[in-house]
Nanobody, 120 residues
Framework: QVQLVESGGGLVQAGGSLRLSCAAS????????IGWYRQAPGKQRELVAT???????NYADSVKGRFTISSDNAKNTVYLQMNSLKYEDTATYYC??????????????WGQGTPVTVSS
């Protein structure tokens, strides 16, 4: 009922930048939270950055000062600007949202992921 579509992943050299986008669509009544998680091979999925309906943000310590989450409410889109990328940022990045539908059901939703590879 709610769809999340990511884009913007790819191959980038260490120290470079990349911007990810996530567009939300469907019968959305409200979004309680939206943001980004990532998962590298052999590792557990972890929070990267989230954005709440109240405007607050939360970042993983490993990305503070390098990544910035932002949104375009008119387009129902959230972005992740990634600067000063490191090899350890290599992972598949997933868009996440906690949303309430028109039927007033609240659930967690995930995109299919977009891979990011950082090389020297």
């Amino acid at each position: 009922q709610v769809q999340l579509v990511e884009s913007g992943g790819g191959l980038v050299q260490a120290g470079g930048s990349l911007r990810l986008s996530c567009a939300a669509s469907g019968r959305i009544f409200g979004i309680d939270a939206i943001g980004w998680y990532r998962q590298a091979p052999g590792k557990q999925r972890e929070l990267v950055a989230t954005f709440s309906s109240g405007g607050s943000t939360n970042y993983a310590d490993s990305v503070k000062g390098r990544f910035t989450i932002s949104s375009d409410n008119a387009k129902n889109t959230v972005y992740l600007q990634m600067n000063s990328l490191k090899y350890e940022d290599t992972a598949t990045y997933y868009c996440y949202a906690r949303a309430t539908t028109w039927s007033r059901a609240t659930n967690d939703y995930w995109g299919q992921g977009t891979p990011v590879t950082v090389s020297s």
